[in-house]
């Protein structure tokens, strides 16, 4: 019901900045919790952030609070993450998550919708 793309990964210098985008397609966005991913080689794939459906509500993981915020715009279809004061440690691909209520949840096994990641690499 719900196709992702996610963009604006690239490689940035530790203390740096990006902003991931999410375009999603489909009428019923506007329904849908979001949320963001990240999976480093090797490692499980990890909650980052999501956001409710209206927006309203947010939730960070405990890595990233203070860093990274999550936004969305449901008249562009798209969700945000603008990430501050990348550490090294960020470095991983990122998900973009969409599941079909308007609640917020942490789990991937709560997500039925992922785009298919982009790259985020912070040097040391």
């Known amino acids: 019901q719900v196709q992702l793309v996610e963009s604006g990964g690239g490689l940035v210098q530790a203390g740096g900045s990006l902003r991931l985008s999410c375009a999603a397609s489909?009428?019923?966005?506007?329904?849908?919790?979001m949320g963001w991913f990240r999976q480093a080689p090797g490692k499980e794939r990890e909650f980052v952030a999501a956001?409710?459906?209206?927006?309203?509500?947010?939730y960070y993981a405990d890595s990233v609070k203070g860093r990274f915020t999550i936004s969305r715009d449901n008249a562009k279809n798209t969700v945000y993450l603008q990430m501050n004061s990348l550490k090294p440690e960020d470095t991983a691909v990122y998900y973009c998550?969409?599941?079909?209520?308007?609640?917020?949840?942490?789990?991937?096994?709560?997500?039925?919708?992922w785009g298919q990641g982009t790259q985020v690499t912070v040097s040391s």
């Open positions: 489909g009428r019923t966005f506007s329904r849908y919790a």
């Open positions: 998550a969409a599941r079909s209520t308007m609640v917020i949840a942490t789990t991937r096994d709560e997500y039925g919708y």
């Open positions: 956001i409710s459906s209206s927006g309203y509500n947010t």
